[in-house]
């Protein structure tokens, strides 16, 4: 069963920088096709946040475009979601994730595995 841990959340004020980490435990970041971060607020959907695929292709919702960046240390066998100019509207339960088979779209039922989640409060 593959675990994906993750790390980072935590209470930061509006315009600050938070980092999250994730890894899977036992597995290669390469043996998944794409790797994912998603966030979810009460009271609304599970969105994505920021993709990666195994080539290194990006993609970003465009509430984040220029403030979020999607990363992986190959050595570490670590991905990461570097927060920067937070705002409120980030407040939410980050999780990170990963598909079993390749996805056609970036949409939460194309994976299969999550993580825990990590709470990221930004303050105004």
């Known amino acids: 069963q593959v675990q994906l841990v993750e790390s980072g959340g935590g209470l930061v004020q509006a315009g600050g920088s938070l980092r999250l980490s994730c890894a899977p435990s036992g597995r290669s970041i390469f043996s998944f096709t794409a790797m994912g971060w998603f966030r979810q607020a009460p009271g609304n959907q599970r969105e994505l946040v920021a993709g990666l695929t195994s080539y290194g292709t990006t993609n970003y919702a465009d509430s984040v475009k220029g403030r979020f960046t999607i990363s992986r240390d190959n050595v570490k066998n670590t991905i990461y979601l570097q927060m920067n100019s937070l705002n409120p509207e980030d407040t939410a339960v980050y999780y990170c994730?990963?598909?079993?088979?390749?996805?056609?779209?970036?949409?939460?039922?194309?994976?299969?595995?999550w993580g825990q989640g990590t709470q990221v409060t930004v303050s105004s």
């Open positions: 994730a990963a598909p079993l088979r390749p996805i056609s779209d970036w949409s939460s039922d194309e994976f299969d595995y």
